[in-house]
């Protein structure tokens, strides 16, 4: 059985067990990369080594770690109410939490139904488009369509519309009825863009080629990402999400935006449906729901949705659909303490006076050894890498050399991905760019 060498602070953990997700399971264990406790911006490391967080974990504690305000509330919340179904049921934390999460949110979408993922979140939302047009008198609206390499989570229907051929590979047509539009990313046109690329609004007309061969009346609806996030960060051209919203328009298919990552100020607005101008039909929320610290994911629906399935039926089930921790009462709790900190630190707006600084660091790369593209939008950035013979081998190779250089960044492939708090600090911005750029030129 494998095991960490011991420590005298903590005794070394067997490590055989656990089937680690999205992880080199054999690599790892051989020289395993242990995080014992978190606070502020950084981690502590099992050898007692401060990691400078460049990611907010995995795209989610956007008010940084160790937060006492929601370690509070989940206290609180589970000696007062530990569990409580959603199912004919109810507690007010669900409802609390309901009614400011819908303020936060542009137009219309004025109601949330409650996940623990975002790749439940996700699914939920297919379900939702697929049955709004069947209660609307249009059953064969099934089809769904996504774009390449897009992520939408794990589950089936989420990685059926995802366009990650990894994800999909040992697991065949999961959810038949999907088509894929052509991501927006062309480094001939747009390398090296600042913010929103120039060139690329006109690969959104490829929906209308898909309507053209499906026929609109087979289509149930689109998801994207407004800024893919684990495929390295790609930014939507100029006026291409304002274009895909007029053909889905034109041809009464919902727009799912898929707000996982850009949710909750990382693009200094609450959602990039604000940021963007761009007004979707359903919209995905998960990972900054709860600052990370609970499981929660959730999808936001226009009035009119809503309303064609409250309609569907006089006093019973309007959907069939659900989970056992659905609004979970902790859950509700952390996600209410996480809002009063965005609103009480400002955090959505300190992104957009920190942007600036933050496009001009991630850009400093330009011309450092093996970087071919710079991306960034908000307090997103994206490096992407020359690859070697052996795809994605360079842009890990970055990952653990960040790591043992104190500055914890993820590795998409051969791109480099950074997401951090939102409180991060302009020392801590040249920090992270310095690390990369070093640990580039010696590679």
């Known amino acids: 059985?494998?095991?960490?060498?011991?420590?005298?602070?903590?005794?070394?953990?067997?490590?055989?067990?656990?089937?680690?997700?999205?992880?080199?399971?054999?690599?790892?264990?051989?020289?395993?990369?242990?995080?014992?406790?978190?606070?502020?911006?950084?981690?502590?490391?099992?050898?007692?080594?401060?990691?400078?967080?460049?990611?907010?974990?995995?795209?989610?504690?956007?008010?940084?770690?160790?937060?006492?305000?929601?370690?509070?509330a989940v206290q609180q919340q589970l000696l007062q109410l530990d569990y409580a179904s959603s199912f004919q049921m109810g507690h007010p934390g669900?409802?609390?939490?309901?009614?400011?999460?819908?303020?936060?949110?542009?137009?219309?979408?004025?109601?949330?139904?409650?996940?623990?993922?975002?790749?439940?979140?996700?699914?939920?939302?297919?379900?939702?488009?697929?049955?709004?047009?069947?209660?609307?008198?249009?059953?064969?609206?099934?089809?769904?369509?996504?774009?390449?390499?897009?992520?939408?989570?794990?589950?089936?229907?989420?990685?059926?519309?995802?366009?990650?051929?990894?994800?999909?590979?040992?697991?065949?047509?999961?959810?038949?009825?999907?088509?894929?539009?052509?991501?927006?990313?062309?480094?001939?046109?747009?390398?090296?863009?600042?913010?929103?690329?120039?060139?690329?609004?006109a690969l959104a007309d490829e929906l209308e080629q898909v309507v053209e061969k499906r026929g609109a009346d087979a289509i149930a609806a689109v998801i994207v990402e407004p800024v893919y996030g684990a495929t390295g960060v790609l930014v939507p051209p100029v006026g291409y999400l304002q274009r895909l919203r007029q053909i889905c328009d034109r041809h009464g298919i919902l727009l799912i935006f898929d707000e996982v990552i850009t949710g909750f100020g990382r693009l200094g607005t609450p959602f990039a449906a604000e940021y963007f101008d761009v007004m979707p039909d359903l919209v995905v929320a998960a990972k900054g729901l709860t600052n990370g610290n609970i499981p929660m994911g959730a999808v936001f629906v226009r009035q009119g949705i809503y309303d064609r399935f409250m309609a569907a039926s006089d006093s019973g089930i309007e959907f069939f659909h659900g989970y056992t921790y659905s609004g979970h009462p902790v859950a509700c709790a952390a996600g209410l303490a996480t809002l009063d900190i965005y609103e009480a630190e400002g955090l959505f707006s300190r992104v957009q006076t920190l942007a600036a600084a933050w496009e001009a660091a991630a850009h400093s790369l330009k011309g450092t050894r093996h970087v071919i593209d710079v991306r960034n939008l908000g307090l997103l950035a994206g490096i992407e890498l020359d690859p070697t013979d052996k795809p994605g081998a360079r842009g890990f190779e970055v990952f653990l050399r960040c790591f043992e250089a104190g500055v914890f960044v993820r590795a998409a492939g051969d791109n480099i991905a950074l997401s951090p708090p939102l409180i991060i600090q302009p020392a801590q911005i040249d920090q992270i760019f310095t690390a990369i750029a070093t640990v580039l030129s010696q590679m």
């Not at 059985?1 to 080199?24: C, G, I, N, Y």
């Not at 502020?40 to 050898?47: A, F, L, P, S, V």
């Not at 949330?112 to 699914?123: K, P």
């Open 1 to 72: 059985m494998s095991e960490v060498a011991s420590s005298p602070s903590s005794p070394a953990p067997a490590l055989d067990a656990f089937w680690m997700p999205f992880t080199a399971n054999r690599q790892f264990k051989t020289n395993p990369r242990l995080l014992t406790a978190a606070q502020g911006m950084y981690y502590t490391d099992r050898e007692g080594r401060q990691i400078l967080d460049g990611t907010a974990g995995l795209w989610c504690v956007n008010a940084g770690h160790g937060r006492p305000e929601i370690a509070a």
């Open 94 to 201: 669900a409802f609390q939490l309901a009614d400011r999460l819908v303020k936060l949110l542009p137009g219309d979408l004025n109601h949330v139904f409650f996940t623990n993922s975002g790749s439940e979140a996700v699914d939920t939302a297919l379900k939702i488009a697929i049955a709004y047009h069947a209660l609307g008198g249009e059953p064969s609206r099934q089809r769904l369509v996504g774009r390449e390499r897009a992520y939408h989570g794990v589950n089936l229907g989420g990685v059926a519309v995802g366009g990650i051929a990894t994800n999909r590979r040992f697991f065949g047509d999961l959810t038949p009825g999907v088509d894929h539009l052509r991501h927006t990313h062309d480094l001939a046109h747009n390398a090296f863009s600042r913010g929103q690329p120039l060139w690329g609004a």
